[in-house]
């Protein structure tokens, strides 16, 4: 860039592909989109926007309750505005609540969406939603570019101050490694070392899945595994370790997807997995420029008294 500078060339554009995450502050009404790498102190602030949230303080327990859930969420195919009546503005993006470790609570409901509003003074209101975060409708659709269906996750906490501490993202980082390792290397000791005494899987609980993965490693005479783009998010409620997964074993069965190890701390205070979900689609980071990152930050319309710019 420096030396097309110096010839009097236009700049080269900066690209970059990179997970992005939002960030969801309940109790101060702002949500940010982050890039987040692989290295905890590499995230990028984007953009900080105004929210409105759940009429009901508290974390979402049943459905009806008007509360906006807090965990750790992946977004899902986008609702286009015309579909949906007009109090949810340009553009609806679905979260997947609840998530495993919500129906291990206990919690219920459906339908918890980002969305846009049909009057600006909703979101100066605050607390309006039944359990939704609703943004200004020219929020939303830039979200909408950003926060790609199943590729960006949503942090909703009520205070960001408890998410991704430095010292629990160093372990629970950790903990996913070292099960990556003990995988690899059919460590089948090491490996079930890392899940928690309430793991299950299924009908299968601790002990049982380790006698299940302890029939699979032997089961195969070459096996390899080989994992891609693992990201760590940490919450006080718990943790989650994503990445890509990439399993052969002796050529006669292959699978390639994406692993989401959910991390609960035990009683010593120590991480450890206690659900794990795979699929067959893999994390696909965005591609994106300096140039729509100005654009994305770009000074709001009027009407919009969104959240001052990172």
Sequence with gaps: VEE???????????????????????????????????????????????IAIGKEEGDKQIEGDNKTPEGIYFTQRHIPGETLPAKYGPLAIPIDFPNVMDKSAGKTGYGIWLHGVDRAGRIEEAKVTEGC???????????????????AAVVIS??????NKPQDWQAVKAVAE???????????????????????????????????????FGSYKRMSVKFSNLRVLTHDKYAVAMMNQDFNGDDRFLS???????????????????????????????????AEIALLSGSAEAGNSSASQN
């Design 256 to 290: 390639v997807g994406r692993k989401v190890l959910f991390l609960v701390t035990d009683k010593k205070g120590d991480w450890l997995i206690k659900r794990e979900v795979f699929d067959n689609q893999e994390f696909v980071f965005p591609s994106f420029t300096d």
């Design 178 to 216: 070292t099960w990556q390792q003990a995988w690899a290397e059919r460590n089948i000791e090491t490996y079930i070392d890392q899940y928690h005494p309430e793991f299950r899987s299924g009908a299968r609980d601790r002990e049982a899945y380790k006698e299940y993965k302890k029939r699979v």
């Design 4 to 50: 097309a500078q110096q010839n009097n060339d236009p700049a080269v554009p900066v690209s970059e592909s990179e997970m992005v995450v939002l960030l969801v502050d309940k109790s101060r009404l702002h949500a940010k989109l982050v890039t987040w790498p692989g290295q905890l102190q590499s995230s990028r602030p984007l953009r900080t926007f105004k």
């Design 158 to 163: 009520n205070d960001l101050q408890q998410v």
């Design 133 to 151: 975060v609703a943004f200004y409708n020219q929020d939303i659709t830039k979200l909408g570019s950003w926060l790609k269906p199943a590729q």
